[in-house]
């Protein structure tokens, strides 16, 4: 574990003995170990408790669990992540998150990546305004392109949707033309035979 991130670790351990960490803080209530702070090669993950570092630890804690083989430790943390999206500042420092998670998740594992690409493209308007994230975009390309593949086809469906919801708008207005033209007709009739017979009277 020598090449683990310190504070990762203590989360791993604390979720063995308690079945649960707290991505929160760096020390997890065992400062007592006297670890150093943690550190990463791409964000440094602060023990201030702001969402950001909440999501990078979560992060770190499913790329841990993956590398030592703790799937029920996985299901967590990306469970933990999911819950922390749901926040509205989350699109603040957000390309740190994405970093995270392709530096730390082989290509072989979807699960936070397929995660961070379907939130991209759900909040694609935010994002596209945003330098960090055009910068992002450029320098992992397959981050880009899976991106903009989720958003193509989340626009084809909404692009589908509407085109069935006109289709029955359509249908519905053949059907009220028809019983219009078979009734105007005989209405038109009736009222020629009436003025017809008045003015034969």
Not at 10 to 25: A, E, F, I, Q, W
Not at 41 to 68: H, N, P, T, W
Not at 144 to 166: F, P, Q, W
Request: contains cysteine; glycine residues 4%.
């Amino acid at each position: 574990m020598e090449d683990d991130d310190p504070a990762t670790v203590r989360r791993m351990l604390t979720y063995l003995y308690t079945v649960d960490y707290d991505d929160k803080s760096d020390d997890n209530g065992l400062a007592s170990a006297g670890a150093e702070p943690a550190t990463s090669q791409f964000e440094r993950v602060k023990a201030d408790g702001s969402l950001i570092d909440q999501m990078i630890a979560d992060v770190l804690v499913y790329a841990i669990a993956d590398k030592y083989n703790i799937p029920e430790l996985k299901e967590l943390s990306m469970s933990k992540f999911e819950a922390l999206l749901d926040d509205e500042s989350v699109p603040n420092k957000f390309a740190a998150v994405v970093d995270a998670v392709y530096t730390t998740t082989p290509d072989t594992d979807s699960g936070l990546r397929d995660m961070i690409i379907d939130y991209c493209a759900e909040n694609i308007d935010t994002f596209a305004e945003s330098e960090e994230y055009f910068r992002i975009f450029q320098d992992r390309g397959d981050f880009g392109r899976s991106v903009l593949g989720a958003v193509l086809c989340t626009h084809k469906g909404k692009i589908d949707e509407e085109t069935r919801s006109l289709k029955t708008d359509l249908q519905g207005l053949s059907w009220s033309a028809g019983k219009y033209m078979t009734r105007v007709p005989n209405a038109m009739i009736e009222d020629f035979k009436f003025r017809l017979d008045a003015m034969n009277d």
